[in-house]
C-alpha cells in the first residue's frame, strides 16, 4: 500500500471514531475482553424487566430492557463476573428484581411452601379414597331387637292402619 492510501484510511477512521455520540463509544467492550450474547442472555434472564414486571430482561420488548442489557454487557467486559452483575441490579432495586427469589430466610417459604401443600394435598386424597372404599361400617352391624320392643312397634303398627 502506498503511505498516502494509508493515511487517508487512518484519517477516514479517526473520523468515525470522532463522529460517533460518547454513549455508543462506551458501550464498546473493554479492553479486558469481548463478551458472548450468550452470557448477556444467561444474566438477563434472571432479572425481571421494570418495566413489564412477568417477563425477563432477556425476553422484554421495553427500550428500559434493551439499555439493562447493555449495562450487563458494560459490565462483564469490563471484568465483573455474573454474580457481580446480579449484586448490581439487587442493590439497585433489591431483590424484587430477580426472577428467582433467592433460597434463605423468608424467601425460603416460596421455595418450601408449594411442596408441602402438594403434599398434603396427596395425603388427603389418600384418606378420603381409603374411606370411601371401606364404605360405611355402621350400616352393617344392626343392633338386636328385644322382643317386647318387636311386639309394641307391631301392635302400634296394626293401630295406625285403621
Excluded at 442472555?41 to 430482561?57: M, P
Excluded at 449484586?87 to 433460597?103: D, H, N, Q, S
Excluded at 311386639?151 to 296394626?158: F, G, K, S
Aim: contains cysteine; aromatic residues 6%.
Amino acid at each position: 500500500m502506498r503511505p498516502i492510501t494509508l493515511v487517508l484510511a487512518a484519517g477516514l477512521a479517526l473520523g468515525l471514531l470522532a463522529a460517533q455520540p460518547a454513549a455508543a463509544r462506551s458501550t464498546a467492550p473493554a479492553a479486558k475482553g469481548t463478551v458472548s450474547e450468550e452470557t448477556v442472555h444467561d444474566v438477563a434472564a434472571q432479572l425481571r424487566c421494570v418495566v413489564c414486571q412477568s417477563l425477563s430482561v432477556a425476553d422484554s420488548p421495553s427500550e428500559i430492557a434493551h439499555e439493562m442489557k447493555d449495562i450487563i454487557r458494560e459490565r462483564l467486559a469490563a471484568g465483573e463476573t455474573p454474580e457481580q452483575v446480579r449484586a448490581y441490579f439487587v442493590e439497585k432495586y433489591g431483590t424484587w428484581i430477580l426472577l428467582a427469589p433467592p433460597r434463605q430466610g423468608f424467601n425460603l417459604l416460596v421455595w418450601v411452601v408449594p411442596f408441602g401443600g402438594v403434599g398434603l394435598g396427596l395425603v388427603l386424597i389418600f384418606v378420603v379414597l381409603r374411606r370411601w372404599s371401606r364404605g360405611p361400617a355402621a350400616a352393617a352391624a344392626v343392633p338386636a331387637v328385644d322382643p317386647a320392643m318387636r311386639a309394641r312397634i307391631r301392635r302400634e303398627m296394626a293401630e295406625g292402619e285403621r
